[in-house]
C-alpha cells in the first residue's frame, strides 16, 4: 500500500525555538495533504489542508504565522513550529491522499511527530 | 453538521468477543466512511471503508455495516485478539481529494487474552 513517512518521529525542543517536521508520500503523488494534531486519548484535529503549489487552508482557531505549512512538491510538505511553546507541545500527524484518483479517497497517515517544548 | 458521533469511549472484550463500535453523522453529504486503527504512539492506519450504495462490507474479521436511512454506521471485529487491542476512529467525508475528513471521538478497544 501507500507509504507516508513523517520525520522526526519526536523532538524535544527548548521554549522560542521553531521545528520543522517533514511528510512525504513514498510511492504516490500527494496533491494533497492534511496535518492534523492529536492531545492523549483525544481524536485527530485537522490544522490545515495542504495542496501542492498553493498556500495552505487553515481551520479556524489555527495561527497561520504560528505554524507554517509548505508543500512544495507533490511529494513533500513540511509543517513548522515557530517559536514554540509549552502549549504547542503535542502528537502531530500528517497524512496524504493521491489526487489522481487512482487510490480514491484512501487517506495515508504518517507515524506522527512527539513535540515536547521545554 | 460536520460531527461524527462515536460510541463507547472504551470497550473491554474477552479473546474471541466481537466488540462492536457505533458510529453516527449528521452531513447527508458524506459518501465516504472510512474506519482506522491507531496504536499509541502511531498515526492511524486505514483498517476498512465503505461507501453508502451498500449496507455491509467485510474484509477479514472486519465488518462494516451501514444503515443510511439512520445515518449510522458501525464496526464489528469478528473473533477478537489482543493485537487489535488499540484506538478505533470512525470517519466520514465527501469523495474527492481535497475534500476533509471528519473523524468521531475514537473508541480505546482492550482485548483480554
Known amino acids: 500500500g501507500a507509504v507516508v513517512s513523517q520525520h522526526p518521529s519526536r523532538v524535544i525542543c527548548k521554549s522560542g525555538t521553531s521545528v520543522k517536521i517533514e511528510c512525504r508520500s513514498l510511492?504516490?503523488?500527494?496533491?494533497?495533504m492534511f496535518w492534523y494534531r492529536q492531545f492523549p486519548k483525544q481524536s485527530l484535529m485537522l490544522m490545515a489542508t495542504?495542496?501542492?503549489?498553493?498556500?495552505?487552508?487553515?481551520e479556524q482557531g489555527v495561527e497561520k504565522d504560528k505554524f507554517l505549512i509548505n508543500h512544495a512538491s507533490l511529494t513533500l510538505s513540511t509543517l513548522t513550529v515557530t517559536s514554540a511553546h509549552p502549549e504547542d507541545s503535542s502528537f502531530y500527524i500528517c497524512?496524504?491522499?493521491?489526487?489522481?484518483?487512482?487510490?480514491?479517497?484512501?487517506?495515508?497517515f504518517g507515524s506522527g511527530t512527539q513535540l515536547s517544548v521545554l | 453538521q460536520q460531527q461524527v458521533k462515536q460510541s463507547p469511549q472504551s470497550l473491554i472484550v474477552q479473546k474471541g468477543g466481537i466488540p462492536i463500535i457505533n458510529c453516527a453523522y449528521e452531513?447527508?453529504?458524506?459518501?465516504?466512511f472510512p474506519w482506522y486503527q491507531q496504536f499509541p504512539g502511531k498515526g492511524p492506519a486505514l483498517l476498512i471503508a465503505?461507501?453508502?450504495?451498500?449496507s455491509e462490507k467485510k474484509e477479514g474479521r472486519f465488518t462494516i455495516s451501514f444503515n443510511k436511512s439512520a445515518k449510522q454506521f458501525s464496526l464489528h471485529i469478528m473473533d477478537s485478539q489482543p493485537g487489535d487491542s488499540a484506538t478505533y476512529f470512525c470517519?466520514?467525508?465527501?469523495?474527492?481529494?481535497?475534500?476533509?475528513?471528519?473523524f468521531g471521538t475514537g473508541t480505546k478497544l482492550q482485548v483480554i487474552p
Open positions: 465503505i461507501r453508502p450504495d451498500v
Open positions: 495542504s495542496n501542492e503549489g498553493s498556500k495552505a487552508t487553515y
Open positions: 510511492d504516490f503523488q500527494a496533491t494533497t
Open positions: 470517519a466520514a467525508s465527501r469523495a474527492g481529494g481535497y475534500q476533509k475528513v471528519t
Open positions: 497524512s496524504a491522499r493521491e489526487g489522481r484518483g487512482l487510490i480514491g479517497e484512501k487517506l495515508f
Open positions: 452531513n447527508t453529504a458524506f459518501d465516504y
